[in-house]
């Protein structure tokens, strides 16, 4: 290999309005802290949590090319300072609005239930993620009414650069499939979590549920006991449904009485909840309505719901049911429902709200800062024909993409020279070893330097 023949470097990338995509050091998805009392976890064999993956995931859940009129992103219905939920009844689609509230997204990693969406119709998180992108509403990749087909969406991604860049990173190749976009995507929605909450706090200093938590006040502590407690011991029962200390729906739970629907009409098919942490801000105030109809306003009308469930309906819960078919009456007090509203609103984190990991990785023009990949391979010390002193710096990337190949003394100031991938992605240069002027430290960058 010849080497590059001066250290004529260009002037390192300017600085984007977004953090670039940083696949040296990415953010931390895999191995994020979690309480030792969370047990619960809906994680497939085949598709853990990986600090790329979930990257990938990222950028395609807020990526709003991936609806066919390219103005929806799944984040659209789903956002970050709400939870990742909706305060909108029905979420706008490119051709309507959604039959359902858009779901709360936190936690949905920990619990026993691995279906999704309000009626369950999705086996698990992957087949959910693509599901949205090929509803005729929602996203327009249906392959019905005139939508094109997932398969297009698939030619459409595969032919943008950076998409090839960090499919190839996750995967070892460039190649763009259904399969892949759901799992990656479903990477990303596991990754999100909340375990910072007042509820937290307690439960650690504690060890349990039981005692009174000592960051809890007096009516805090009411609500939890009549949360944990069954009905016939003076509770509501609310945990055999909504199992602490994850708070995730019990998988063998039927409807919970309401049967609304958006548009009107009547629809006892919805069986799953989203985790109950993080159901108000931090202030108190709901991310959004409730329910899959987004009927109930606060959690007062929620716990009003339960307090007096309305009617014995087909599909209904049978833990919602009284002897002779009746439906639950618990009688609970003002006193009692006020108590436990404050003990719901105990559940609240805050990081999730504005870590950056889960946040919009695209600028205001819709457009991605640069990804940054690491040198695979450096060799140092070797001489060309004439004895001078080189260094190779190797890479895998796509065939026939150009990179920018990053030097550094301090990991601050970076200086830049084009790289082109060959017909076989190998990215490889020979940087001159010149008296102070050594580079100590490489990266690759995407896209290569601009003049």
């Known amino acids: 290999m010849k080497p590059i ?35 619960r976890d809906n994680t497939p064999a085949d598709n853990p949590i990986t600090n790329l993956g979930a990257t990938l995931g990222r950028v395609l ?67 959910q993620a693509t599901r949205p992108i090929q509803d005729h509403v929602e996203m327009g990749f249906s392959n019905t009414d005139g939508d094109p087909a997932f398969s297009d969406l698939v030619e459409r991604l595969e032919v943008i650069e950076i998409y090839q860049v960090l499919f190839e990173a996750v995967y070892g190749d460039p190649a763009v499939t259904e399969e892949r976009v759901g799992k990656s995507l479903a990477q990303f929605v596991r990754s999100i979590q909340s375990f910072d909450s007042r509820y937290d706090e307690g439960r650690t200093l504690t060890g349990n549920d039981a005692p009174p938590f000592p960051n809890f006040t007096q009516q805090e502590n009411d609500g939890k006991n009549i949360f944990l407690r069954p009905p016939n011991a003076g509770g509501a029962g609310c945990a055999g449904c909504h199992q602490p200390p994850e708070f ?133 010390g070797r001489l060309d024909d004439d004895g001078q002193s080189y260094t190779t710096v190797s890479a895998t990337g796509v065939p026939n993409v150009t990179y920018g190949l990053q030097g550094s003394i301090d990991l601050t100031h970076w200086t830049t020279v084009e790289v082109k991938a060959d017909e076989n992605g190998t990215l490889s240069a020979a940087v001159p070893d010149l008296e102070g002027n050594s580079h100590r430290y490489f990266r690759f960058i995407y896209p290569g330097p601009v003049e």
């Open 248 to 380: 995730s729906i019990d998988p063998d739970s039927r409807n919970n009485g309401v049967i609304g629907v958006i548009a009107g009409g009547t629809d006892t098919t919805n069986t799953r909840a989203p985790s109950l942490r993080d159901l108000v801000n931090a202030d108190g105030t709901p991310h959004g309505a409730f329910m899959h109809d987004a009927s109930f306003a606060t959690l007062q009308e929620v716990i009003d719901h339960y307090n007096a469930i309305p009617a014995v309906v087909t599909n209904l819960d049978n833990r919602l049911v009284r002897p002779g078919n009746q439906p639950q009456r618990l009688n609970l007090s003002t006193t009692d429902k006020n108590a436990l509203e404050a003990f719901l609103k105990t559940l609240t984190g805050t990081n999730v709200y504005s870590d950056e990991k889960w946040s919009d990785p695209f600028d205001a023009a819709g457009e991605l800062s640069y990804v940054i990949l690491p040198a695979e391979s450096v060799e140092c």
């Open 61 to 127: 859940f807020y990526d709003k090319r991936l609806s066919n009129n390219s103005t929806v992103s799944c984040a659209s219905c789903h956002h970050q300072e709400r939870a990742f939920s909706d305060n909108a009844t029905a979420s706008a689609g490119v051709a309507g609005v959604t039959g359902r509230h858009s779901m709360r997204l936190i936690n949905a990693r920990f619990s026993d239930e691995s279906r999704f969406f309000w009626d369950e119709r999705a086996d698990s998180a992957e087949d």
């Open 5 to 39: 023949a001066a250290l004529l470097f260009l002037a390192a990338l300017p600085a984007a309005a977004q953090e670039p995509l940083d696949l040296t050091h990415p953010f931390e998805y895999a191995d994020q802290p979690v309480p030792g009392y969370i047990t």
